[in-house]
């Protein structure tokens, strides 16, 4: 349908994977959409054609086996109703163990979906300003006009908005080699932790390294390591370097290969905030006297300040996962790999996400969102997709989803019935949820979902995630028939 004066129930500004799901979501559960998209009278720098949930990017959705988050999250999608997913089922081009799209065809699809659906308008105008109409789901993307965003900055606060991001790589904690790292905060303000307490005393052992990466593995209790997570900078792992390996690390960072920046990103860093690699071409020392600086910490095995230290964050509660401090990046994925496993600790680090620095505009969700990704200064209006911090086409597909499922309870009058938070969709939630000291975007990595109960024991890392599918898939199921 076309023409802007049907009557709607729900307005949704952004006609991108985000919000189409969440519109084709709401008309399905019998609500009136009005889908308000830009083009064809205005496109962003990174867009191509008129249709509707254009990729601008890939033709890949990324990893298909449940083994891996984003996977898992495909296939709830899929047990849920997803049109985005049955239109990429539908348009799948063969891509090994990845879901790819013949991206036309899948705009063709995605927009045949939407136009013919008996409950949605779809209304073609650029929107300058948060509409009036409540409700309404802003799902604008990574590139909102600079009106509109200002718009929203003026709304909630121009601290609360981004306009790019920088991001860090993080790694698995099971991937880190414990022997070789340590917790520490700088100047002594809180000494060892308990789960390193039991490496410092095998460290004199000296046995070899595999013996040593199981004894001085971190904690698999869920509660110890909550524990570890919440004792402030005691929570930060310090990988220690030697000059020697120091200015390898240097050099490698200077001399890797980097994604260049697009024509319409127009990046300018901020002096806070710069990728490693700009920082190391300063000069061979400025790392050591910025994220690399190892004052107030004594590595435990010598007595002495190591070199340089790189420092890790928990990224999550449970601390399964870890966040390379300061260390956001343009290298290519590969170089990433490289680089970062010369790291003492890191060479064998499973990446559950990688680097990067492109234009984004994003809110700070954990500081602006209600439970229904509603923003608390402005009733009605809720958020989803790329602009309220997921990362992806696929989580931003989910995001839209939720969104859509939580504003159709409100609507209804009904208690909010959230996806469990053991499982992806759940873990979309979560991630929008959780504060971080700086919140960045992010794709669904399994530090988004809930840990096994310690009852499952020690299972390997592939194991784990098993488990972990097989049950967020049984939540699901339970979830979905409940609703």
């Not at 530090?447 to 890392?461: E, F, T, V």
Request: aromatic content about 6%; glycine content about 8%; overall charge negative.
């Amino acid at each position: 349908m076309n023409g802007a004066e049907s009557p709607h129930d729900v307005v949704v500004v952004g006609g991108g994977l985000a919000g189409c799901e969440a519109a084709y979501q709401l008309a399905q559960r019998g609500l009136r959409v009005r889908l308000v998209e830009m083009k064809p009278h205005r496109r962003t720098p990174a867009q191509t054609s008129d249709r509707l949930a254009e990729l601008v990017c890939s033709n890949s959705l990324r990893g298909a086996a449940l083994s891996n988050a984003v996977g898992l999250l495909k296939e709830e999608l899929r047990r849920v109703g997803s049109l985005a997913l049955r239109c990429a089922d539908e348009t799948s081009v063969p891509a090994g163990g990845a879901l790819a799209v013949d991206r036309e065809r899948f705009a063709e699809a995605m927009t045949r979906a939407i136009e013919a659906h008996p409950r949605i308008t779809v209304e073609h105008r650029e929107v300058t300003e948060i509409p009036a109409e409540r409700p309404v789901i802003l799902a604008t993307g990574p590139l909102t006009s600079d009106a509109l965003a200002a718009s929203l900055a003026a709304a909630v606060g121009a601290e609360h908005l981004a306009y790019y991001d920088a991001i860090a790589p993080i790694v698995s904690a099971d991937s880190i080699d414990w022997s070789r790292v340590w917790k520490q905060s700088r100047y002594g303000k809180g000494g060892a932790v308990r789960g390193d307490r039991a490496a410092q005393r095998e460290q004199t052992a000296q046995p070899d390294r595999a013996a040593q990466r199981e004894q001085t593995a971190p904690p698999e209790d869920a509660a110890e390591r909550r524990d570890d997570a919440e004792a402030g900078d005691e929570a930060y792992v310090n990988c220690p370097f030697d000059e020697a390996q120091y200015k390898a690390f240097v050099q490698a960072l200077v001399a890797s290969e980097k994604v260049e920046a697009r024509a319409f990103e127009e990046v300018r860093y901020f002096e806070g905030c710069l990728p490693c690699e700009v920082m190391a071409a300063r000069g061979e020392q400025t790392l050591s006297f910025g994220p690399m600086k190892p004052v107030g910490l004594t590595d435990p095995r010598t007595g002495r300040r190591p070199y340089a230290v790189l420092q890790l964050r928990p990224e999550d509660e449970a601390a399964t996962a870890y966040n390379l401090v300061g260390f956001q990046t343009r290298m290519k994925y590969a170089e990433q790999l490289r680089v970062f496993r010369m790291v003492p600790g890191l060479e064998e680090a499973e990446f559950l996400r990688m680097g990067s620095v492109h234009r984004n505009t994003f809110v700070d969700a954990p500081a602006l969102l209600g439970p229904a990704m509603e923003l608390r200064a402005l009733p009605g209006v809720h958020l989803a997709g790329q602009i309220s911090g997921v990362e992806g086409y696929v989580e931003s597909a989910a995001a839209g989803f939720v969104c859509a499922i939580l504003l159709a309870q409100q609507l209804r009058n009904e208690p909010l019935r959230p996806p469990p938070p053991t499982t992806a969709l759940g873990g979309i939630l979560t991630h929008l949820g959780r504060k971080q000291p700086t919140y960045q975007p992010s794709n669904i990595t399994w530090a988004h979902i809930a840990p096994l109960d310690p009852a499952h024991g020690k299972l390997r890392k592939r194991a784990r995630y098993e488990v972990m599918a097989e049950r967020a898939l049984r939540d699901l199921d339970a979830w979905w028939a409940a609703g």
